[in-house]
């Protein structure tokens, strides 16, 4: 289908002129990376919402997971599509942007204009592909801070993300112990379990046996490894469902006609919807970016940071900690999060945990969870009474 | 605030660091947080009263306590309190040892088994007692193991802990129990509060 193709074609080309328009951060100093590689002149994208008060204590720095950008909320001005976290984020709403000042980052590695494998080599003037470094999260949150610096924000109310975005939180309450006034993990592990890589691992393996992939020069042939980044799709968004959740969208609910085809068609609903997630995606992801984000997860292993002890991770942290966790969430599951709870609890750090019962799975931080959405607004609520009544005192 | 509270709060005065374990909805801790500045930590089974204490500001950690005292390394609080939960446990003794472990000093309140109406009760309508402090059947209360203000202070004196103060509510009066009064207060009082390390 040559048509198909050349659409797509076309479809990427507006996508990179359009990336080029959206904010962005050329951060002039040298970034020392952890696999030992310096970058420089490196840009970072960027969006904001809501105003930032007068005194610079409404901020909150949300860190996105691997599948996600910078534009949290609102429609994403590249792909059209609703933001990543619109359940939670926007006026009125949990971490509501009348009040707050929220602040997301694209990830280093990322392909929504930050420094990553999309971007222009200027030693080759030809694109990273693969030749890009290997970043971890310690390099993504370190390189954020730039930003923070450029706005002039000394201190945030909050920091706060899922998935890999609660990494970044605890990456970052690790780094900087008195940047933020306190810090909201939520669905995540301080180290990336063996299953969890395996699954990254069968991502990344759909993509590099798709032929197009080519070693990560793809952008040389003008085609992608669509197909291997929608099966790798595909299998992720499998574990980001529950058994439950799954059974009872789908069951055995057939496709159009109602009786099997006795073909490799997507005679089940299941089938159409996962095959839908995957073309979905690859309009608006990078295949070699989902190799580094994905690496970048493995290799976060952040009580190895500390010659295996967690606990000293956070021993300097001021930060409030708020935990969450969700009940049928799989993959990164509750005896996880309060592994961090322990560690923090351990070191007398100030820490809250709830797990929140929900049977969408790990999906849970991005969809309508009442409960879930109640105690994040109501956490940072309080946080935020508490900073104004320090500062009338 | 309950009385109890009241009087937990005066023990604990301003400045410590607390641990209130099965915390509830958090009345106490906001009390000791916001009315007497103390750190203030919670530890409580059940969601929806872990999501009240977020909403108010406080830091309380959804769990059993029989399994996750021991994350707290020794002598981290000032003060450990265990509000009439003690009874509850599978395992009181073992929540008791982890609490004089993490607490420098802890407080332990019981409702008293040993109070006339829960005696006059068994005694001559021959069934469990039911009171205002313990208003649930044989077969759904939480309380596994109901003692006697008298029962604790024995239980203290055979595990070598040392009570600091004893003291009981008699009908929303505080007052000590001495060798003198024990026979008299394990009668007429509804709770007794213990300060031991």
């Known amino acids: 289908m040559p048509g198909l193709a050349g659409l797509f074609f076309c479809l990427k080309q507006t996508m990179n002129k359009e990336v080029k328009n959206i904010k962005k951060l050329i951060v002039n100093q040298s970034l020392g990376l952890d696999c030992g590689k310096i970058i420089k002149n490196f840009p970072i994208a960027y969006e904001t919402y809501g105003t930032l008060n007068k005194n610079k204590s409404n901020a909150i720095l949300v860190f996105h997971a691997l599948s996600g950008d910078q534009f949290v909320t609102n429609i994403n001005p590249i792909t059209k599509q609703e933001g990543w976290w619109i359940t939670a984020v926007g006026p009125g709403k949990a971490i509501d942007t009348n009040k707050y000042f929220v602040i997301c980052i694209n990830v280093l590695g990322g392909c929504m204009g930050s420094f990553g494998p999309k971007e222009i080599n200027p030693d080759t003037n030809e694109l990273f592909g693969t030749t890009f470094p290997v970043i971890t999260i310690r390099d993504m949150v370190r390189a954020q801070i730039y930003l923070l610096e450029y706005l002039g924000i000394d201190k945030l109310l909050s920091i706060t993300g899922g998935s890999m975005g609660g990494m970044q939180v605890l990456q970052f309450a690790s780094l900087y112990p008195n940047k933020a006034h306190s810090a909201i993990p939520i669905a995540c592990s301080a180290s990336h379990s063996a299953q969890n890589i395996a699954l990254n691992e069968l991502g990344r393996q759909a993509i590099m046996a798709d032929p197009t992939w080519n070693n990560g020069n793809y952008f040389k042939t003008n085609l992608s490894p669509d197909k291997g980044l929608a099966v790798a799709r595909m299998a992720a968004h499998i574990t980001y469902l529950s058994k439950k959740s799954l059974q009872e969208k789908f069951g055995r609910k057939l496709q159009d006609t109602g009786s099997l085809k006795f073909s490799f068609d997507a005679d089940f609903q299941i089938e159409s919807y996962l095959r839908h997630q995957g073309t979905k995606f690859v309009d608006r992801f990078d295949a070699n970016s989902y190799l580094y984000i994905t690496r970048a997860m493995d290799y976060f292993d952040l009580e190895k940071q500390f010659n295996g002890n967690l606990s000293s991770a956070f021993k300097n942290t001021k930060s409030k900690f708020c935990v969450i966790s969700f009940s049928s969430d799989w993959l990164y599951p509750t005896i996880e999060n309060k592994e961090i709870v322990m560690a923090l609890n351990a070191c007398g750090a100030n820490v809250g945990f709830v797990e929140i019962n929900s049977d969408k799975g790990h999906d849970s931080f991005l969809l309508n969870v009442p409960k879930f959405l109640k105690t994040l607004s109501e956490f940072l609520n309080s946080t935020y009474k508490e900073i104004n009544n320090e500062k009338r005192i | ?197």
């Open chain 2, 1 to 197: 605030m309950k009385k109890e509270f009241e009087v937990i709060s005066q023990i604990i005065q301003n400045n410590k660091r607390v641990l209130d374990i099965g915390c509830g909805d958090g009345t106490l801790m906001e009390y000791l947080k916001f009315n007497q500045q103390n750190d203030v930590r919670g530890l409580e089974p059940q969601k929806d009263l872990v999501q009240k204490c977020i909403a108010k500001g406080l830091s309380v950690i959804e769990g059993d306590a029989e399994k996750e005292l021991v994350q707290f390394p020794d002598k981290s609080f000032d003060y450990a309190i265990l509000s009439q939960t003690l009874q509850a446990f599978l395992f009181p003794e073992k929540v008791l040892k982890q609490l004089l472990r993490i607490g420098k000093q802890t407080i332990v309140s019981i409702p008293n088994f040993g109070y006339w109406k829960v005696r006059l009760h068994l005694l001559f309508k021959g069934t469990m007692p039911l009171t205002k402090n313990l208003p649930n059947k044989w077969y759904n209360t939480p309380n596994l193991h109901m003692c006697t203000i008298q029962d604790f202070v024995n239980f203290c004196k055979e595990k070598n802990i040392k009570i600091d103060r004893s003291l009981c509510l008699t009908n929303e009066k505080i007052s000590e129990i001495t060798n003198g009064n024990m026979l008299y207060k394990n009668i007429f009082s509804q709770l007794g509060i213990f300060l031991i390390k």
